[in-house]
């Protein structure tokens, strides 16, 4: 009986197809297992390199950034990639005060062989104002490239008064003064305003004739340098009356008036006021000086009755206005008098 023998490397050999054969059957199961999306990003999505595309450059130069009202500012822009020009990139600009400004494009906002491009930016404003705008640059297969010019300041229009406007505003004021004129409110207002003052002058010598004018104004004239308050307090007048006489006689040159401090001082005409400044006193310290320089050798009881205070803050500001050198002090018997230094 003949046998033919089968060799150990045919078996091998289906092994070897059976095995891939059964892993191209799995892979193809895992594949048509996957979502339809990712499969086909998996198989079909091309590599792409990002930083590879191409990004405009944009510059924006001018020459001032204020501008009038009604004007124009001419902004300059040169486009470039890697620093080569670029032509026929669109250049728009944006502003964040649409409703003031206007742009105009030249070669409708293209730019030349060499990159640029020009723009001229109108404005109005009745107001002085501050604004920024954005320059944009962009052209198919290019990344957009930006600019921002900050704080661009439109003034207000200048007024114009012409020949005509001045003698336009003549008219409407003596027109103005006339219907004023026909009114009885009117009438005293016209009086009290121009032709009581000149009225006043010519009635200088008659100012005094007042009692209480003439008692402020002796007042002063034996107190040179007195402060406000301290001649409403010694008058005892109230303020509106006050302020209405000293205002008469410093119109009508009977008076001067200082500011020291926090205090306005009232001098005769004739009085030079003094520019130097001297030791500041308060309105009690300058009662007390005005006491004893009226009746000299007062006693610190005498003060405090005099001036209707306390003994203590008598005494408190008697020692310094001794220290100041204003006042001296001298003994009798138990009690302290005093008196106006002379040094003072």
Do not use: W
């Not at 124009?72 to 026929?88: A, M, Q, R």
């Not at 404005?123 to 900050?150: C, H, Q």
């Not at 704080?151 to 003596?174: A, D, M, V």
């Not at 008076?255 to 306005?264: A, E, F, L, P, Q």
């Amino acid at each position: 009986m003949n046998c033919t023998a089968v060799p150990n490397g045919g078996n091998a050999a289906r092994k070897v197809i059976f095995l891939s054969f059964a892993m191209a059957i799995m892979l193809a199961i895992t594949v048509m297992a996957l979502p339809a999306q990712t499969r086909a990003a998996h198989v079909f999505a091309p590599t792409q390199d990002i930083s590879a595309q191409k990004s405009l450059d944009i510059a924006v130069t001018y020459e001032s950034l204020n501008m009038e009202s009604g004007g124009s500012l001419i902004f300059f822009i040169t486009v470039t990639e890697k620093g080569l020009p670029v032509k026929n990139s669109s250049v728009s600009f944006t502003t964040d005060a649409p409703d003031l400004c206007s742009f105009e494009y030249e070669n409708n906002g293209l730019t030349d062989t060499d990159g640029k491009a020009k723009v001229h930016m109108t404005a109005y404003s009745e107001e002085r104002k501050i604004i920024n705008i954005t320059a944009r640059a962009n052209l198919d297969g290019y990344l957009p490239g930006y600019y921002e010019v900050d704080e661009i300041t439109i003034e207000p229009p200048t007024i114009i008064i012409t020949n005509e406007r001045i003698s336009y505003l003549s008219l409407t004021g003596l027109l103005t003064v006339l219907i004023i004129a026909s009114t009885e409110a009117g009438k005293y207002g016209l009086i009290k305003t121009f032709f009581l003052p000149l009225y006043s002058r010519l009635k200088r010598d008659d100012l005094l004739d007042h009692f209480v004018r003439g008692q402020i104004y002796g007042y002063i004239m034996s107190h040179p340098g007195e402060h406000y308050n301290h001649i409403k307090q010694k008058l005892e007048v109230t303020n509106g009356t006050l302020s209405h006489h000293l205002r008469a006689l410093e119109f009508q040159g009977y008076i001067v008036s200082h500011r020291d401090g926090t205090y306005k001082r009232f001098y005769p005409t004739e009085v030079k006021i003094p520019r130097t400044k001297g030791i500041k006193l308060s309105d009690l310290q300058i009662g007390i000086v005005d006491a004893i320089r009226q009746s000299p050798g007062l006693s610190q009881k005498d003060i405090a009755k005099r001036e209707g205070i306390s003994q203590q803050s008598v005494s408190y500001n008697l020692s310094l206005l001794e220290r100041m050198g204003i006042l001296n002090s001298a003994r009798d018997g138990v009690r302290k008098k005093y008196f106006i230094s002379s040094d003072a």
